[in-house]
Structure formats: C-alpha cells, structure tokens
C-alpha cells in the first residue's frame, strides 16, 4: 500500500496497488494517482450526493458467507435516457486475501460481480445485441435482458481507472441459469463482469475496523 498525500489539504491517503480515482473525504476534490502522486482532477468531479443508502458506507467490514471484506469504494452510476430516471451504486470491495469485487445495489436487491481479467470468446459489437439475444460467452449461453447507455456521475473512497468519473458506457445485461453477465463498452475497451444474486443473509455488515 502507498500513501500519497492529497495536494489540496494534504491528507495521506492509503491506496490499494488498482487504485487510481480517489475522492478525498477532508476536501472533496476529486483526485487521480499517477506515478506515484495524487493530482487534482476536480473539474470533472461532479456534486457529490453522501446520503447513506442501504447498508453500505466507505470503510465499513462486512462478511459475504465466509469471505470478509472492506468496502474501498462507491461508483454511482445514471441511466442517460432520460425516460428511464434512477441511478445506482456499485460498490468496491476487497477481501482479505486481497482479491476485490463489486456489490451492486440497486434498492433492497444486491448482486456480486467479480471483473473477468480475460477472455477467450468473441464479444459482439453493442448494437448486435439487444434483449432476447443470446451472448455466448466463454461456454455459457447468456440471455439478453436488458441493453443501455449510463454514465459514472461519482466516485467515492478509491476505484480503478476504468470507473473514470463523466465516462458514458453502454451495457448490455445478460442470464444465464443464476449468473449474471454484464459487458461495459466503452470507447477504450470492452469490461467484462460475471456475477450472481446475492440474498439478504448472504451479507453481514458489521463497524469500521
Ligand atoms: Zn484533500
């Protein structure tokens, strides 16, 4: 872990080696870390809505079955339709043998995903896809049930790069049987996230360490 202070107010922040976006909590700036440095990147920040939702708050352990965790980081995303009004946040989190995964909380629903790293099948093209078609990928056959467009509104606590704050994304989520595929398009490169439903007594929250 390095601590690089914040070049506003100075904070010392302690980030995980796939950090790079960070919110500093003492001034609100927005910040990016780069070769070794925190650098101010408030001009894309956006307002920050700090109202606590659910369960979930920066800092907080908690316990996923028998996996316990730390939450390191929130990205609120927005739908950019705007017939379709509402938001939702991902949240950050990292285990203790230093693997990381997302909650995905949208109202009393909550979902895992884990960032699959790589990949041997051919992902399609966006507007290929749409709900009700079917996306092979790596062995299993998705279902389409939703496609969209968002965008990351803010980041609190610390995320990697590719939850770049202002970034508009399209999405297309898929099922498969109870797993979940959800592909990020984006202008650099396509994400991949598999994941699964998680019920109300799979996770336990318990006070900041
Ligand atoms: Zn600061």
Redesign the pocket.
């Known amino acids: 872990m390095t601590e690089p202070?914040?070049?506003?107010?100075?904070?010392p922040?302690k980030l995980y080696p796939d950090s790079y976006w960070v919110h500093?909590?003492?001034?609100?700036?927005l910040?990016a870390y780069s070769k070794g440095q925190l650098e101010d990147h408030s001009r894309k920040s956006q307002l920050l809505d700090q109202s606590a939702e659910g369960l979930f708050a920066i800092g907080l352990n908690g316990r996923m079955r028998d996996r316990w965790f730390e939450i390191v980081g929130r990205v609120r995303y927005r739908y950019l339709d705007m017939e379709v009004a509402g938001h939702w946040d991902n949240w950050y989190i990292r285990f203790e043998d230093n693997t990381f995964g997302i909650i995905v909380s949208e109202g009393e629903e909550y979902y895992f995903y884990m960032k699959r790293e790589s990949f041997t099948s051919e992902i399609p093209d966006f507007y290929a896809l749409q709900p009700g078609s079917n996306l092979n990928i790596e062995g299993y056959d998705a279902e389409v049930f939703e496609v969209g467009e968002d965008v990351i509104e803010f980041i609190e606590g610390q995320v990697p790069k590719y939850y770049e704050p202002g970034r508009v994304a399209q999405y297309v989520d898929c099922q498969f049987r109870n797993y979940f595929v959800n592909v990020e398009y984006s202008k650099e490169q396509k994400l991949v996230f598999f994941g699964l439903k998680l019920a109300p007594s799979d996770i336990e929250m318990s006070q900041t360490s």
């Open positions: 202070f914040c070049p506003i107010c100075k904070t922040h500093c909590s003492s001034c609100g700036h910040l």
